[in-house]
């Protein structure tokens, strides 16, 4: 057993400190940033924030409205081969979507949805990336599998996770992906920590992640953790080469989910709510870690978007960053009171 003493940070516990700037005007920020990625030998330009794969956020409907502003959507994994041919006849634009295949594929490749996955790239080539998605990234069986498919997609980005350590961010990408979705338990509607007391703050997390993969030629995703624009600003000045949204994206009209009573049903891909709906493994040691929670609609998922945008934007103005890959050599973070408080509430009597 061993205790790490450095302090470890979560969004709320920092803030980016303003300087001084040439910029002057939001409209000079850059929000596209261009992507090579070293595995498949791809090139993106895209604007850096994705849709998560969950229910009510990785949906066609949703990419239909993300790929106007150059924002990928990695597409739930339940859609059906039909689904995926009508979305993409009624206007899905290949180059801003990534298709997913889940947990159970990795134990059982005749699962439906590493199925559908081989039925779709084989049916339309063009969809740049694929999104291999687990809650626990950390099993020599996954990194076996995330081999398996480079070795059958050599020329598709390929996206694996989740983990937050360096270790494995580097394994992974020494593997085959070309980026490694980092995140343990942040979510909303995640309880991972709560339920095994394993995680890392999520700051701190993607500031180690980040500089491993820096050193490999790979790419992160932050994935879970913000809440506000600010934090997508944080995590993008932390490092991180992309930020996945769940929450923030979720109780739209585009989610795809009945609204009752002006709520919209939300939940976690590991909570009894997704396993009624989809199924979970039969061998009756799985536990759920994530929950359900009605969120009130919140419209057209387009008003979220330009208040997103609008806020990272704003960050880069304030930090003098006139590209979002200029981010993390302008970020400097103060730490906020909520730290001091964290360490010394401990003592108090």
């Known amino acids: 057993m061993r205790i790490e003493q450095e302090i470890k940070l979560n969004f709320e ?7 001084r700037s040439t ?24 604007v850096p924030i994705m849709a998560s794969n969950m229910d009510g956020v990785g949906t066609f409907s949703v990419a239909k409205i993300l790929q106007k502003y150059k924002m990928i959507t990695v ?17 899905l634009d290949m180059e801003y979507v990534s298709i997913c295949a889940g947990t159970n594929a990795i134990w059982d490749n005749e699962t ?48 694996a996770g989740n983990v937050i350590t ?15 979705k980092c995140g343990i338990g942040p979510g909303s509607v995640c309880t991972t920590r709560t339920q095994t007391g394993v995680g890392v703050p999520q700051l701190s997390g993607i500031i180690e992640c980040a500089d491993a ?45 009945e609204v009752n009573f002006g709520n919209i049903e939300f939940y976690g891909m ?28 919140r419209g057209a998922i387009t008003n979220s978007i330009e208040e997103i945008l609008g806020g990272v934007r704003s960050a880069c103005t304030y930090i003098g960053a006139r590209r979002i890959k200029d981010m993390p ?13 964290k360490v010394y509430n401990k003592y108090e009597i």
């Open 13 to 19: 516990d920092v803030l980016l400190k303003p300087k």
């Open 23 to 46: 910029l002057n005007s939001r409209k000079d920020i850059d929000l596209c940033r261009d992507f090579t990625f070293k595995n498949s030998g791809k090139k993106l330009s895209v």
């Open 75 to 91: 597409i739930k994994k339940s859609y059906t081969v039909e689904d995926w041919n009508n979305a993409i006849e009624s206007g």
């Open 112 to 159: 439906q949805d590493y199925q559908t996955l081989k039925t779709v790239m084989d049916r339309f080539p063009d969809i740049p990336s694929i999104c291999i998605d687990v809650a626990n990234g950390y099993h020599q069986q996954f990194i076996d599998f995330v081999k398996r498919i480079r070795n059958e997609f050599p020329d598709k980005i390929i996206i």
């Open 166 to 180: 360096s270790e494995m961010v580097e394994e992974l990408i020494i593997s085959g992906a070309d980026i490694v």
């Open 213 to 257: 993969a820096n050193g490999v030629d790979g790419h992160i995703i932050a994935d879970g953790g913000c809440t506000t624009p600010g934090d997508i600003g944080k995590a993008l000045g932390a490092g991180a080469h992309f930020v996945m949204l769940g929450g923030m994206l979720a109780g739209h009209n585009e989610s795809e989910k």
């Open 270 to 297: 590991s909570s009894d709510k997704a396993y009624e709906i989809h199924g979970a493994r039969k061998d009756g040691y799985k536990g759920t870690e994530g929950k359900a929670i009605l969120i009130p609609s």
């Open 329 to 341: 050599k302008c970020a400097t973070f103060v730490r906020t009171h909520n730290i001091i408080n």
